[in-house]
């Protein structure tokens, strides 16, 4: 069974790896090599050979038919919940739904997110999404009460589920597809929503409600406590209110993983009633019963400790890591029930396929593999120790004293706690070398306190908080306020020794994104460094980790530059790098929108090994250029920050504490890196004047070369000659666009021009475009955008020129570099593209 439920999850990772589903040749081709299998299996073409030949040749085709199996079952499952999509000529138009409220609504202070359960809509349309993510806005007056399982008539507008598609950061489109969530979007009218009679049923709804519950109660006795988020967490999974300090805290000391409801936290909640049951079975003759005569008090201890685990799940969400761990101890229960001995590995290769059968997307998320990897590295490194047991009792001498029986007592204790001590140190390196790579892949980071810290965490939150919280959830009011507070106080002591470790300078070690070669042979490196004593040279394992050491792929060579227009939603933000120098033009939205900083801008930052900005550039102030700024400041080195801001703005004094050098952006400031040359073309020295748009910082950046030459076209590259130039004009209007071509026309001729004001209507003037005469332009605009950027006008004056354009709402995130005597242009969702997209 491990062959099979290994091979059955490599089938579905494949399968997730995918730009698009199967067709009809390919699922012949799939029968074709799993009818062979299955005829190896049989017992075709074994006739002859050793029996150790023939068992491996069977081994292989066993293997084989179950990835067949992985990735034809994910494969049906996509197609199932692809099918109902909205159709995209109802996106942007007046729906009303009728359903119930799913999960546990996220309520701040710009109104409510909640997921809608669909029961019927007046959209003629057949596969209606069945799950769809809506935000009541509030416009005046704050939402009404959205409770889990209330039933609502509302009318909203919907679009397609779509998400940012960047380099090196995780797949928003994909975690939409794995949560079921087909469309998203908002009400609309809200005065005219009716809440309806009644509400769901089924057991989904009743254990939504019961975690809503819960919630409602730590938020009252911990209502504005600065760690209520961590609490909310550890009992009902839900991890919406953890601040982004705490956040950071924990991602920087390794003990994020805290944080969830995960198999720690299952196993203990389920070893605890494993224990009270078997005790309580045991003593049935107190009450004169004899209970154990019927059914023994071990079979007892597993069956309460499944049924435990799999309430303390439920009330977790069911998330990946408290679903292995459930079926985990399932497995085993069952088993043990049955008069079976199963061995661990087998226990956890069950739960591997069982997750997958329940959720073939589990394996896009990095819980998955941080989970079965972290158990899989124990159990193999345990797998090689033998634990000496004296099983032979003596009884004490006569003449011994009864000091001499407490000083052996004592001696006992002590060599049974050094060797719990040593197991446990053994365990807590084995997840810590196991998951160091992971690591690496999912946050270009390696928190080397986390040892040190998850030494002090793991029993900290496991011995003290959690036992707290579930305390708080298990007894009424007002005692469960007590249990709260107090496990607030604990997770107070718990966040001040984190940020001791994390203050060390040497706490955390940021790496870039590494590719697939390096992430084997570091695995490779793994298993190798965790093997069993005698294993040759397991001295030389960690010579298979430098590649996850080595710098980041070198930059542009000198006298080009590489841009990256990222994929931020309705915002700007682009990276520009030299051969040793990086400059970010804007941040992004941030908290008061899509928080693109937090989550696209700094993780593509340490993804791609930039671990210090020598300018981050603000253009101005609106929150789609400058809302992510303080997320870049907290999070990466910055030398200096270069901005066109009024001078109360509290970005200078961020900047300011992030130990920046401030300057002001003014018309005539110039440097030069690495060949490459620097040119801000506006605003005018001196206090600015109008609106934000009037005073945007505008930069062009020019390349060493000689001139001619095309653009290029779908990733391929076609040859120029002039100076590769970039004209980044953030939201300049016609005004400016006026003055810039008045003052020197022959310096705005660019190659690749970032579109201004992202297309709007009041931009993009003729003159401008025939002056700058670009290549390539491009569009950074969020997908069906409230602005309806880019304006159709103003898209057909690029089109009419027959410019190379892309659009970060259909393209992602574009890479465009001069690569000798041409011109890259790259398309995330060209090259990494997966099945999901655009479906």
């Known amino acids: 069974m491990r062959a099979v439920w290994c091979g059955f999850a490599l089938g579905v990772v494949w399968l997730q790896q995918q730009a698009m589903l199967p067709g009809w040749r390919a699922w012949l081709v799939l029968a074709l090599v799993a009818g062979g299998a299955a005829a190896c299996i049989g017992g075709v073409n074994l006739r002859g050979g050793s029996l150790r030949f023939q068992r491996t040749v069977i081994w292989f085709a066993v293997w084989l038919l179950a990835a067949c ?29 009728q359903g119930y409220i799913k999960g546990l609504p996220v309520t701040d202070a710009r109104g409510a997110r909640f997921l809608f359960g669909v029961e019927s809509t007046d959209a003629n349309i057949a596969y209606f999404p069945r799950t769809i993510e809506l935000s009541w806005i509030a416009e005046g007056a704050p939402p009404p009460a959205l409770e889990a399982g209330a039933r609502w008539r509302l009318t909203v507008r919907l679009k397609r589920a779509h998400g940012n598609a960047n380099f090196g950061v995780r797949d928003a489109e994909a975690s939409l597809l794995a949560r079921d969530i087909r469309a998203t979007g908002y009400v609309i009218a809200p005065a005219a929503a009716d809440r309806l009679a009644g509400s769901a049923g089924g057991a989904g709804v009743a254990i939504d409600r019961w975690r809503g519950a819960v919630r409602a109660r730590i938020d009252a006795a911990l209502a504005g406590a600065p760690h209520r988020g961590i609490v909310i967490a550890l009992a009902i999974g839900a991890q919406d209110a953890v601040s982004a300090a705490d956040w950071l805290l924990m991602r920087n000391t390794g003990t994020s993983h805290l944080v969830a409801i995960s198999g720690l936290h299952i196993g203990f909640v389920a070893g605890l009633a494993a224990w009270f049951a078997g005790a309580l079975w045991r003593r049935s003759c107190f009450f004169g019963r004899d209970w154990p005569l019927w059914i023994p008090a071990q079979k007892i201890s597993l069956t309460a ?57 589990a394996v896009v998320s990095a819980g998955f593999w941080l989970s079965f990897c972290a158990v899989a590295a124990i159990l193999y490194a345990m797998s090689g120790r033998l634990r000496m047991h004296d099983h032979e009792r003596r009884d004490p001498e006569p003449e011994a004293t009864r000091v001499t029986r407490f000083r052996d007592a004592c001696l006992r204790w002590l060599s049974n706690l050094k060797a719990r001590l040593f197991s446990s140190a053994h365990v807590q390196y084995a997840v810590t070398i196991a998951l160091a790579p992971l690591t690496v892949y999912w946050f270009a980071q390696i928190p080397l306190v986390g040892p040190v810290a998850n030494a002090f965490a793991i029993p900290w939150v496991s011995l003290f908080v959690t036992p707290a919280v579930l305390a708080g959830v298990g007894l009424p009011g007002p005692l469960d306020a007590w249990a709260f507070r107090g496990a607030h106080a604990l997770l107070d002591v718990l966040v001040g020794g984190l940020q001791t470790m994390a203050a060390y300078p040497w706490a955390l070690l940021r790496l870039p994104q590494p590719g697939a070669w390096p992430l084997a042979a570091a695995a490779v490196g793994v298993a190798w460094c965790l093997a069993p004593r005698g294993w040759p040279l397991r001295w030389a394992a960690p010579l298979t980790w430098l590649p996850l050491l080595l710098p980041p792929p070198s930059g542009p060579s000198f006298g080009a530059f590489r841009l990256t227009a990222l994929d931020i939603g309705q915002g700007s933000s682009i990276l520009i790098e030299t051969a040793h120098h990086t400059l970010l033009f804007d941040a992004g939205p941030g908290p008061e929108s899509t928080h693109a900083g937090e989550r696209v801008v700094v993780p593509y930052l340490y993804a791609n090994g930039v671990s210090a900005l020598d300018t981050l550039m603000i253009s101005h102030a609106d929150s789609d250029h400058s809302g992510g700024a303080p997320a870049v400041l907290a999070g990466i080195e910055v030398r200096q920050m270069l901005a066109a801001l009024a001078p109360s703005n509290p970005l200078w004094a961020a900047a300011r504490d992030a130990r920046a050098d401030v300057v002001p952006c003014a018309a005539g400031q110039r440097w030069r890196w690495d060949g490459v040359d620097f040119a801000v073309l506006w605003p005018d020295a001196g206090p600015l004047q109008g609106k934000p748009n009037a005073h945007c910082c505008v930069l062009r950046v020019s390349a060493a070369g000689s001139d001619s030459g095309g653009a290029s076209s779908d990733g391929q590259a076609r040859e120029f000659h002039r100076p590769f130039t970039a004209l980044l004009a953030a939201d300049i209007e016609a005004p400016v666009e006026r003055v810039l071509l008045q003052r020197d026309p022959g310096a705005l001729r660019a190659h690749v021009l970032v579109v201004p004001h992202h297309g709007s209507k009041t931009s993009s003037t003729e003159p401008f475009l025939d002056s700058i005469d670009p290549l390539v332009a491009v569009f950074q605009v969020g997908y069906r955008n409230r602005f309806h950027h880019p304006h159709p006008g103003v898209l057909s004056r690029y089109l009419g020129r027959h410019i190379e354009l892309t659009r970060s709402d259909t393209d992602g995130a574009v890479r465009i570099e001069a690569a000798g005597p041409a011109l890259s242009l790259e398309r995330y969702r060209d090259t990494h593209r997966r099945y999901w997209m655009d479906r």
Do not use: C, K
């Open 69 to 97: 199996a992985g990735f034809g079952y994910a494969a049906w499952r996509a197609e199932m919940r692809l099918a109902r999509a909205l159709p995209v000529e109802w996106e942007g138009r007046n729906i009303v739904v």
């Open 305 to 361: 400790g499944a049924l435990f685990a799999a309430a303390h799940a439920a009330l977790a969400g069911f998330n990946v890591p408290a679903q292995r761990a459930l079926w985990m101890l399932g497995v085993v229960a069952l088993a043990t029930i049955s008069g079976r001995s199963l061995a661990p590995s087998l226990v956890l290769a069950w739960a591997l396929g069982l997750v997958l059968l329940v959720d073939p997307w």
